[in-house]
């Protein structure tokens, strides 16, 4: 393939209405709309990058990726995969996602409790801060950090003071839904990805109602995927040309894809 393969459609069943959801591993009753999508193009990715978070930001794109002595954020080619630049965490934490906040980037760490603070346009490290629980997925939405810590909460911290203003609880109808992790915050409303599922969840960041999911089983199949740790993991936002990006764990691909209705 070239830097960028455009046009490969892929069509999977749109799920609206009273019925099963029947994706991947998730199977339970729920009239909670479901999108299906098509690849617009596929960029070159690191596959070697156990990546934890994806944010592109005024023509930029930059990964957090994770494991103990290999977590790295980096400024990312879109068009060739190449990594442009790149700073080290220290060998005893383990990256987590990452988002950016005026000339900052924040990045979180799993279980240390600690938050990461980097100018956006050097990577040199401006600052840390206590982050109670465990860190998973981060994004923002202007006003708030939101941050994820793999179970069904979502978390709302003020930047000034990184100490938490309320929380939210993300339910499908009766259900909640658990495993949060990667986030981005796309017009208006909080996208995740879900620990080990092939789907994207939209969640109001009002209320934390479930509000679509999106199926992306056979993007990149599951049998094509090694090790085991290869899952779905990875959502990036282009606002200005309104593209949507997602990757995951040790993927050789990086795609835009659109929601198809």
């Avoid at 459609?9 to 998730?26: H, K």
């Avoid at 023509?59 to 957090?64: D, S």
Wanted: with cysteine.
């Amino acid at each position: 393939m070239t830097s960028a393969v455009k046009g490969r459609v892929v069509w999977l069943a749109v799920v609206a209405g009273c019925g099963m959801l029947l994706l991947g591993a998730w199977v339970w009753a729920s009239s909670t709309p479901v999108a299906g999508f098509r690849v617009v193009a596929s960029f070159p990715h690191d596959s070697e990058a156990f990546t934890q978070g994806l944010v592109f930001d005024a023509g930029t794109l930059f990964e957090g990726t994770g494991k103990h002595g290999h977590s790295t954020l980096r400024r990312v080619d879109l068009e060739t995969g190449a990594v442009l630049q790149q700073a080290a965490l220290p060998r005893e934490l383990f990256g987590e996602g990452i988002t950016v906040w005026g000339d900052e980037i924040v990045q979180l760490s799993w279980k240390a409790h600690r938050g990461l603070r980097y100018d956006r346009g050097t990577f040199e490290p401006v600052g840390e801060f206590h982050l109670p629980g465990e860190g998973w997925g981060i994004t923002q939405d202007g006003r708030h950090w939101i941050i994820s810590d793999g179970t069904d909460t979502l978390r709302f911290l003020d930047p000034g003071s990184a100490t938490e203003v309320r929380r939210i609880q993300v339910r499908d109808g009766a259900r909640t839904v658990e495993r949060l992790n990667e986030l981005e915050y796309i017009n208006g409303e909080v996208w995740a990805n879900i620990w080990y599922q092939d789907r994207l969840v939209r969640i109001s960041p009002e209320d934390g109602r479930v509000l679509g999911y999106v199926d992306l089983s056979g993007l990149w199949p599951s049998v094509r995927r090694r090790p085991t740790e290869a899952v779905l993991n990875g959502i990036a936002y282009d606002a200005i040309g309104q593209r949507l990006f997602v990757t995951g764990k040790y993927w050789p691909w990086l795609y835009q894809i659109e929601v198809r209705q």
